[in-house]
């Protein structure tokens, strides 16, 4: 059983960075296809970041493309978000997920595991 704690949330003002990080307990994240979506309040939740199980892919649609980097901390067992140049627009809870293989990160489905998520706020 695979399990997922993120931290790294606050709140930040427009053009700020910040780094998320996803800690995985009871297997390694090497097994794994991992990905970062996220929920504002009173919208769905969206795909944000996905990295491949061996690490060597990444994902990103093109609304975060470019300021977002998701990667993967063998040492600390973990998966990592770093976020520059954040918009208000990126408000919203942040959720680490994970399975063995997924072949589409939008789908939320796609996904076996998942974190508590976390809070960021960018205010403008």
């Known amino acids: 059983q695979l399990q997922l704690v993120e931290s790294g949330g606050g709140l930040v003002q427009a053009g700020a960075s910040l780094r998320l990080s996803c800690a995985a307990s009871?297997?390694?994240?090497?097994?794994?296809?991992m990905g970062w979506l996220r929920q504002a309040p009173g919208k769905e939740r969206e795909f944000v970041a996905g990295?491949?199980?061996?690490?060597?892919?990444?994902y990103y649609p093109d609304v975060v493309k470019g300021r977002f980097t998701i990667s993967k901390d063998y040492a600390k067992n973990a998966v990592v978000l770093q976020m520059d140049s954040l918009k208000p627009e990126d408000t919203a809870v942040y959720y680490c997920?994970?399975?063995?293989?997924?072949?589409?990160?939008?789908?939320?489905?796609?996904?076996?595991?998942w974190g508590q998520g976390t809070q960021v706020t960018v205010s403008s």
């Open positions: 997920a994970a399975a063995p293989y997924i072949s589409n990160y939008h789908l939320m489905s796609s996904y076996t595991y």
């Open positions: 009871g297997r390694t994240v090497r097994n794994y296809a």
């Open positions: 990295i491949s199980r061996p690490g060597g892919s990444t």
